[in-house]
């Protein structure tokens, strides 16, 4: 954009928003410009901070009036690049930052109205201030936002229970790429007055419009949870004990977190103050968590029942049973600490596969055969939602190695053994970070022909000049 047309549009966007909402020194924008995981820095001509829909919708207007791009950001904590622009300075980056209310909250229809800007752990709190649960839990909680929630249709560690971010949504607001604001913020259980949009916006990364408010599904605040570490002999045996709690505790169990060894053993050497509560002779752990209706008493009469059973059936070596809130904080600290460990060891190639339970114990065993083959000496960060089939399959560079370098040498090689195998298994490449910009040739390679020419289809009828978040999560049509 040549200079005065910069000046022109830097004023319109002040006129809509206030001079002090439109960002454009260096100093101002570097922030939002890189990802969480450093791996993507782009330009931007501004940085937007618009404070309800309206003027979303009127910067969406003035971008397209101007060709301009707009790449929606929330709490800036994704892990693919989804939300940062190019490195071209062609276009804007619009923070749901000041989208920040709690609009409503209905506890007899179990209903809460939040805009996109949203953290995550406010939401939950606001529902737990009135005795209701929002059971959406991840470990970015206290920083990323519903926006970016809805927008990967994110995970986290209570999905086995409650389901992803699109399971806990019933409605949406969202400004189109034609700046029209859309209010679909439904509050029922039951709708079925035509197509589903809201199932195009949740997990589209902002591609096809941007969500500004949710109404979001809460739930009773269960009378106790009760959580274990349990040791276990290998995958073969946590998907058994996994089998067994789910006959035994039903619904109650919420959480179900396999963990290598060797992640934790990553935690305890660089946050030794975080303590495993026994040895580490597994090359697993399991941690699981029972949310109770009951009281806590039934609920820890059932977990230690269960973990007696899965002892006597040989499928456990050790256990731990939180005894306090603080202990199984604790416990979930362990858990939560494996990827902060991970980044103090060094870079690191990252993966988020779904796998078929079915095939979990042949994915395991002949990837690491695969990966350890190709590259000598790398170490297995292998942690993860079990209880929903998602891995986080991790690979980081052998001990002493440069791992920037091993990062820039062996990225391709790993990625294509590890989502091969996950692919050849039925599984995905993607369970629950989303595509983004750095698995946009994955989708390519593996994404079915008729589902990427649908894609596209919505696409090009929603935003045809591709000025949502462009360069994100769908890739480029093959030449005819």
């Given at each position: 954009m040549l200079s005065d047309e910069r000046r022109r549009f830097l004023d319109a966007l002040r006129a809509i928003l206030g001079a002090a909402h439109v960002l454009h020194q260096p100093q101002d924008v570097a922030p939002y410009l890189t990802d969480w995981r450093k791996r993507y820095t782009g330009q931007a001509l501004a940085v937007v901070l618009p404070g309800d829909a309206a003027q979303v919708a009127a910067v969406v207007q003035l971008c397209a009036l101007h060709g301009i791009g707009v790449v929606p950001q929330g709490g800036n904590t994704g892990l693919v690049g989804g939300a940062t622009p190019n490195g071209r300075g062609e276009q804007i980056v619009l923070s749901t930052r000041r989208l920040n209310r709690i609009r409503a909250i209905d506890p007899a229809g179990g209903v809460l109205i939040a805009e996109a800007g949203c953290v995550l752990a406010e939401v939950q709190q606001t529902a737990a201030s009135e005795g209701l649960l929002f059971p959406l839990s991840l470990a970015a909680e206290g920083s990323c936002t519903i926006g970016g929630n809805l927008s990967t249709n994110a995970g986290g560690t209570a999905v086995l229970r409650y389901g992803n971010a699109r399971d806990l949504c019933l409605g949406l607001e969202v400004?189109?790429?034609?700046?029209?604001?859309?209010?679909?913020?439904?509050?029922?259980?039951?709708?079925?007055?035509?197509?589903?949009?809201?199932?195009?916006?949740?997990?589209?990364?902002?591609?096809?419009?941007?969500?500004?408010?949710?109404?979001?599904?809460?739930?009773?605040?269960?009378?106790?949870?009760?959580?274990?570490?349990?040791?276990?002999?290998?995958?073969?045996?946590?998907?058994?004990?996994?089998?067994?709690?789910?006959?035994?505790?039903?619904?109650?169990?919420?959480?179900?977190?396999?963990?290598?060894?060797?992640?934790?053993?990553?935690?305890?050497?660089?946050?030794?103050?975080?303590?495993?509560?026994?040895?580490?002779p597994s090359?697993?752990?399991?941690?699981?968590?029972?949310?109770?209706?009951?009281?806590?008493?039934?609920?820890?009469?059932?977990?230690?029942?269960?973990?007696?059973?899965?002892?006597?059936?040989?499928?456990i070596v050790n256990a731990a049973v939180a005894q306090s809130l603080a202990q199984s904080r604790a416990l979930w600290h362990l858990r939560e600490s494996i990827p902060l460990a991970q980044a103090q060891e060094g870079l690191n190639i990252k993966h988020d596969i779904g796998v078929p339970m079915s095939r979990m114990v042949a994915f395991v065993e002949s990837t690491a055969e695969l990966v350890t083959q190709a590259l000598p000496g790398a170490r297995l960060v292998v942690f993860g939602h079990l209880g929903d089939g998602n891995l986080h399959y991790n690979v980081q560079a052998p001990q002493g190695a440069d791992a920037a370098r091993f990062l820039a040498d062996h990225q391709a090689l790993c990625n294509r053994i590890v989502h091969d195998a996950a692919v050849a298994?039925?599984?995905?490449?993607?369970?629950?970070?989303?595509?983004?910009?750095?698995?946009?040739?994955?989708?390519?390679?593996?994404?079915?022909?008729?589902?990427?020419?649908?894609?596209?289809?919505?696409?090009?009828?929603?935003?045809?000049r591709d000025l949502m978040n462009p360069g994100k999560l769908l890739p480029d049509a093959p030449p005819r």
């Open positions: 400004v189109t790429a034609q700046g029209e604001v859309l209010d679909a913020l439904n509050l029922l259980r039951k709708n079925n007055a035509g197509y589903s949009l809201r199932d195009l916006y949740i997990g589209a990364e902002g591609t096809l419009g941007i969500i500004t408010a949710a109404a979001l599904k809460l739930f009773p605040q269960p009378a106790a949870q009760i959580t274990a570490l349990v040791a276990v002999h290998d995958v073969a045996a946590a998907i058994a004990l996994l089998t067994l709690a789910q006959g035994r505790l039903g619904c109650s169990l919420t959480g179900f977190e396999l963990m290598s060894a060797h992640s934790l053993q990553l935690v305890q050497h660089h946050f030794p103050q975080l303590a495993v509560p026994f040895e580490l090359a697993w752990c399991v941690l699981l968590e029972s949310s109770e209706a009951e009281g806590e008493p039934q609920g820890r009469a059932r977990l230690e029942a269960l973990l007696e059973a899965a002892l006597d059936a040989g499928l298994c039925g599984g995905t490449f993607s369970a629950e970070h989303g595509v983004g910009q750095l698995k946009r040739d994955d989708l390519q390679r593996y994404g079915h022909p008729v589902a990427l020419a649908q894609m596209r289809a919505v696409k090009q009828a929603l935003d045809p």
